[in-house]
């Protein structure tokens, strides 16, 4: 152990040079980044979180789905596209009939917001669920599929034919429908 210790007080006496050229060299820097990261917090937070829109990431905002509920905008955007399909053929688990309220429309909203959890102000994260059924994008799975819970048979297949059969021009229109939806009700719920 004697050795040791002395390896080691003979180590940084020979040493102490570099040592504190390494502290006169970092630490100014480390003390810099330090006070910048204050300063810049302290003028993002001087600015006031409410009224600045430029502090809107520093605040937590309400999630949209509690804002404007998706069962309700699936109706709106039929209202909005009527020939858009609704594929509410699919026989309830529950009551044995068909669940004409389950559409394409409220499932593919659902599928949006609630499994892949993407933001429905958007129309890039619109653009990017559809890729989803177009199997171009990330993979869908059947069983956290809408639906596939409450019905006797998954209508993700179906679903996904449907919007396969959709012109490009068709598909633009349903993203215009749902990005207009959310926002106007998002734009139009006051910030906290």
Known sequence: MYSYCTFSSEYLRMNKHFFLFLLSKFLPQTLQLV???????????????????????????PALAQRISPGD????????????????????????KVAENNTLAGRLIRYHVYVKERSPAYRLDWKLTLADY???????YDITYPGNDTLRENP???DRAAIAKLTRSQRN????????????????????
């Not at 910048?36 to 990431?57: D, H, N, P, Q, R």
């Not at 509410?88 to 044995?96: F, R, V």
């Not at 177009?134 to 869908?140: C, H, P, S």
């Open 134 to 140: 177009l199997n171009a994008n990330e993979t869908m």
């Open 156 to 158: 993700i297949e179906g």
């Open 73 to 96: 905008v699936w109706q709106q955007v039929y209202q909005q596209l009527p020939d858009f399909p609704k594929e509410n053929q699919y026989i309830s688990k529950e009551t044995g």
């Open 35 to 61: 006070i910048l990261f204050w300063v810049g917090t302290g003028i993002i937070l001087g600015l006031g979180i409410s009224e600045s829109k430029y502090t809107a990431f520093l605040t937590i905002q």
């Open 173 to 192: 229109a349903l993203v215009q429908v749902l990005t207009n939806i959310f926002s106007s009700s998002y734009s139009a719920t006051p910030q906290p």
